[in-house]
């Protein structure tokens, strides 16, 4: 008897902690890697990198194999993320240049980080941003509470001749005639900001990972008490690379490129480990993915997208196909692999879901929520008839029809097009079906045609704004 009463307390008593955690929406991190090929994650293929926190990810979550991003390159893929809005629609159709016009996302567009707020969501971001980095267009006008990062992909370095250097220098703490002096080795210059002031310039690279890292985890320490959104878009696997010394010459098979994944896989095991220290598992959701694939003419330095055609720049499956793993115990199913068509534009209205939110109705939002295939729930299925690549393809289940394309690969081009693809039986993109099925080309082709109409009717501006001429 005396048992039976201790386990009837046991079973009534609730720690004020967990009783708290079951009132609250879940927190959520989501690590968005940079160029990161779909082949380049142990659990997605990859015999040569070693990433053993990401496979444990996955065998203790969902892993998704048909995901998606919404454009091939930078800029374009990270606005349809944070918005749930294809990224033609939001008018960022390419790359963001530092200073360059003076564009970035539309500050009136509304991102994840603004809809979780309206449920008390404590956010920050942590990493690259590529959305405009001119003061108007930063994190901080986004919706987070604070940054820590680079505006811009690694590579950009200013030059110094150009006119846009004089709106640049004020920011990044150099005169300008220190930019221009010619013993200055300015290659991969980029600056490194808290919030919206620069703390670095040019930024130590080899540390950024471990730092953005370093950051996570201290603002989950600091909000473990209210619910949390981590937005972590890694600066690596960009080219150039930059690895911490720990990781140095680690992989003797993909060299400094498997140094850096790897140092992200260590990285995202360090995230999971606070997670559960601070006895958030339960409550807490965790996405890893890319914002497009690999850049495949650096060759080995670069990414893997194998078995699927092509990378970055392309709208082949290589180019917008990446990996994604899903994990929270009290939220993913555990031990899954889903093959059902979904992508970051979904990723808005499905955290929306979570916490409760509204998702914005005074615009389009492409996305929908993906909440019952993260669970697994019986007989749940891809929210989307048709997904679309940019405005010159589409896919609807097995069949994908392009209209126009680029290649990356030089031994491979385009070939005849319309070009229509089985992509269950030739994920590779080999086989071009387009005159065994005129039937299927044109029904597809009039969907592209029906979403190109949709999108220049709803388009939404890119941000504008004028140089800032604070501290000049």
């Not at 079973?11 to 690590?31: K, W």
């Not at 985890?217 to 696997?237: E, G, I, Q, R, S």
């Not at 295939?373 to 609807?396: I, W």
């Not at 999108?455 to 140089?467: F, H, M, Y």
Request: aromatic share 10%.
């Amino acid at each position: 008897m005396r048992h039976l009463f201790a386990l009837f307390a046991c079973l009534l008593f609730v720690s004020p902690f967990a009783e708290a955690q079951a009132d609250r929406p879940p927190n959520i991190v989501l690590i968005f890697t940079d160029d990161q090929g779909y082949n380049d994650v142990g659990c997605f293929g990859s015999p040569l990198i070693n990433t053993p926190h990401l496979d444990e990810l996955a065998r203790q979550g969902t892993r998704f194999t048909d995901f998606y991003v919404s454009a091939s390159v930078c800029s374009a893929s990270r606005a349809a993320l944070l918005t749930g809005t294809y990224n033609d629609r939001v008018d960022v159709p390419g790359v963001f240049f530092p200073n360059r016009k003076y564009e970035g996302l539309n500050p009136d567009e509304i991102t994840i980080a603004e809809v979780l707020k309206t449920k008390g969501y404590a956010t920050a971001c942590f990493g690259k941003w590529h959305l405009g980095d001119e003061p108007a267009f930063l994190p901080t006008r986004q919706g987070f509470d604070t940054y820590y990062g680079m505006p811009y992909s690694n590579d950009m370095t200013v030059n110094p001749t150009a006119a846009v250097a004089k709106d640049v220098v004020w920011r990044e703490g150099m005169s300008l005639e220190t930019m221009r002096d010619p013993k200055q080795k300015k290659k991969n210059w980029v600056p490194l900001l808290r919030d919206e002031e620069v703390v670095e310039y040019p930024a130590d690279q080899r540390t950024v990972t471990k730092r953005y890292t370093e950051h996570t985890v201290a603002f989950m320490k600091a909000n473990k008490d209210k619910p949390f959104f981590v937005y972590l878009p890694h600066t690596m696997p960009h080219i150039p690379l930059f690895v911490s010394e720990k990781f140095t010459n680690g992989n003797k098979q993909r060299g400094i490129y498997g140094d850096v994944i790897e140092e992200i896989d260590h990285s995202v095991g360090t995230i999971i480990a606070t997670i559960k220290d601070l006895g958030l598992e339960e409550n807490t959701i965790v996405i890893f993915t890319s914002d497009n694939g690999p850049w495949l003419r650096f060759g080995k330095t670069g990414g893997n997208a194998e078995p699927l055609r092509d990378g970055k720049f392309s709208i082949y499956e290589g180019g917008m196909r990446v990996p994604m793993i899903a994990w929270g115990p009290g939220h993913v199913a555990k031990g899954k692999t889903n093959s059902e068509i979904a992508a970051t534009i979904d990723l808005l209205p499905t955290f929306a879901d979570y916490a409760g939110a509204k998702v914005p109705d005074d615009r389009v939002i492409d996305g929908k929520s993906i909440r019952d295939l993260l669970a697994n729930k019986p007989g749940a299925k891809s929210p989307h008839e048709a997904y679309y690549y940019r405005t010159n393809g589409v896919r609807v289940g097995k069949w994908k029809l392009t209209l126009k394309n680029r290649s990356t690969v030089k031994n491979q081009p385009v070939g005849k097009l319309p070009a229509l693809y089985d992509l269950e039986a030739d994920i590779a993109e080999t086989n071009n079906l387009a005159s065994k099925h005129p039937e299927i080309v044109k029904e597809l082709a009039k969907l592209i045609e029906a979403h190109r109409t949709d999108i220049k009717a709803t388009l939404r501006p890119r941000g504008k704004t004028k140089p800032n001429d604070a501290g000049r």
